[in-house]
Nanobody
Framework: QVQLVESGGGLVQAGGSRRLSCAASECTFSRGAMGWFRQALGKGREFVAAITWSGGSPAYADSVKGRFTISRDNAKNTVYLQMNSLKPEDTGVYYC???????????????????WGQGTQVTVSS
C-alpha cells in the first residue's frame, strides 16, 4: 500500500511563500500522476495542481496559475508544491494524492486518485 506524507504547512502572511512536500513510501509513486488538492473549512475538496509521472505538462487550477508550481523528484519519491504570493483564500488543508490509472491526461477530480496523504494545514493571514 502506498503511503503519502505531506509536510511544510504552517502559518504565513499574505504575499508570502510556502513549499509543501509529499513523500511516498513506495516506488509505485514513479508510475503515477501526482496531485495536490485543498479543502477550506466548511467547503469541499478542490483541485489545486497535478503533474504526470514523467513530470511534464502540469495542470493548475485557475485560482493558483502563475503563483503555484508543482514539481516532482522520482528518485526521492517526492512531489512538491511551491506556493508564492499567497492569499488568505489559499487557506486550507492541503492533500497530496496519487493517480495510478496511467491516463494520457491529467485527472482533476478527487475520485480519480487512488491514495491520499493525511493533509497539512496552510493558514494565510491577511
Amino acid at each position: 500500500q502506498v503511503q503519502l506524507v505531506e509536510s511544510g504547512g504552517g502559518l504565513v502572511q499574505a504575499g508570502g511563500s510556502r513549499r509543501l512536500s509529499c513523500a511516498a513510501s513506495e516506488c509505485t509513486f514513479s508510475r503515477g500522476a501526482m496531485g495536490w488538492f485543498r479543502q477550506a473549512l466548511g467547503k469541499g475538496r478542490e483541485f489545486v495542481a497535478a503533474i504526470t509521472w514523467s513530470g511534464g505538462s502540469p495542470a493548475y487550477a485557475d485560482s493558483v496559475k502563475g503563483r503555484f508550481t508543482i514539481s516532482r523528484d522520482n528518485a526521492k519519491n517526492t512531489v512538491y508544491l511551491q506556493m508564492n504570493s499567497l492569499k488568505p483564500e489559499d487557506t486550507g488543508v492541503y492533500y497530496c494524492a496519487v493517480d495510478l490509472g496511467l491516463r494520457s491526461w491529467i485527472a482533476t477530480r478527487a475520485v480519480d486518485y487512488d491514495y491520499w496523504g493525511q493533509g497539512t494545514q496552510v493558514t494565510v493571514s491577511s
